[in-house]
């Protein structure tokens, strides 16, 4: 049997996808002659019902908004092994190649392999610094799309029309797998 471990319009972060979300329902699952729910899962608005291991309260005093306060992303350089510092003049950093690190623990995250590298370096470090800067350009999207929706009446079209965007857009990025047909169709 299980209890309720958050309510509705409880803010928790969702550990799979790693945002914050507010808890839109709580679905327990009933069995005939218990007294409490055999199971309890919440739905977030993801696309998908959540246990409470895959969720965590927020138990700050300022709770935590921001996607680039979650996640530190760098560029880190990796020593080509195929290449000389010599041999490559033209390359941007030459002798290393662009690893975007995305994990803590400096080992996960992205890598471009050295043949691509080599055909079109600046195209890739181009890449790296765009990934890197992913999460700050979430975030901008987030403050814009909210400050559009909370003061539609009195902004400028243009601007509501960026706040728009920046809404589909981080729609895209947090869609799940069983949401991208209606999202390429509303396309």
Known sequence: MAKAAFH??????????GTWAIIEHVLPQWVKGLDEPLKVHYDV???????????????????????????????????????????????????TFPVVTT????????????????????????????????????????????????HSDDIPAELLDLAKNSTVLLRRIYETHGDQGHAQAAE
Not at 8 to 17: D, I, R, S
Not at 113 to 133: G, L, M, T, V
């Open 45 to 95: 608005g993801l696309g998908r019902e959540f246990s409470a291991s895959e969720l965590t309260a927020d138990k700050s005093s300022g709770p935590i908004d921001d996607v680039a306060d979650l996640e530190q992303w760098r560029i880190n350089r990796a020593r080509n092994r195929w290449n000389d510092t010599n041999d490559i003049p033209n390359h941007p950093f030459p002798g």
């Open 103 to 150: 994990d803590d623990k400096n080992w996960g995250g992205w890598r471009v392999p050295s043949a691509e590298y080599d055909r079109d370096p600046q195209k890739i470090e181009f890449q790296a610094r765009i990934i890197a800067s992913s999460p700050h350009l979430m975030s901008i999207c987030k403050a814009l799309a909210q400050f559009g929706m909370n």
């Open 8 to 17: 509705k319009n409880q803010k928790v972060f969702v550990k799979p996808v």
